[in-house]
Nanobody, 126 residues
Framework: QVQLVESGGGSVQAGDSLSLSCAASGRTLSTFSSYAAGWFRQAPGKEREFVASISWSGASTYYGDSVKGRFTISRVNAKNAVYLQMNSLKPEDTAVYYC????????????????WGQGTQVTVSS
């Protein structure tokens, strides 16, 4: 079992940057470095949306169309952590951001991921 805890959310102005972190813990922590990870977000009244994902090695990354060129996903396996750097934030980026992980291959769908964090709120005002 892997527990994921997100941090770094907050309220910012449009155009600002924000960095989210996801820390992993749990009994299978030693294998987290072999897990793919991803970030998803959910705005009020909307379905959960894919933001970005990264392979276990960090060699492969994928992004949702709405964040390409603005967001960057990365990981430091030695710290059991995954990050999301968000630049040029827009009001439409406002959502709860969730970290997810899976022992399977890297994916872009909710159902690709087995473990989820509780989420961190990001609010972008115009």
């Amino acid at each position: 079992q892997v527990q994921l805890v997100e941090s770094g959310g907050g309220s910012v102005q449009a155009g600002d940057s924000l960095s989210l972190s996801c820390a992993a813990s749990g009994r299978t922590l030693s294998t987290f470095s072999s897990y793919a990870a991803g970030w998803f977000r959910q705005a009020p009244g909307k379905e959960r949306e894919f933001v970005a994902s990264i392979s276990w090695s960090g060699a492969s990354t994928y992004y949702g169309d709405s964040v390409k060129g603005r967001f960057t996903i990365s990981r430091v396996n030695a710290k059991n952590a995954v990050y999301l750097q968000m630049n040029s934030l827009k009001p439409e980026d406002t959502a709860v951001y969730y970290c997810a992980a899976t022992p399977g291959g890297v994916g872009v769908k909710n159902y690709d991921y087995e473990y989820w964090g509780q989420g961190t709120q990001v609010t972008v005002s115009s």
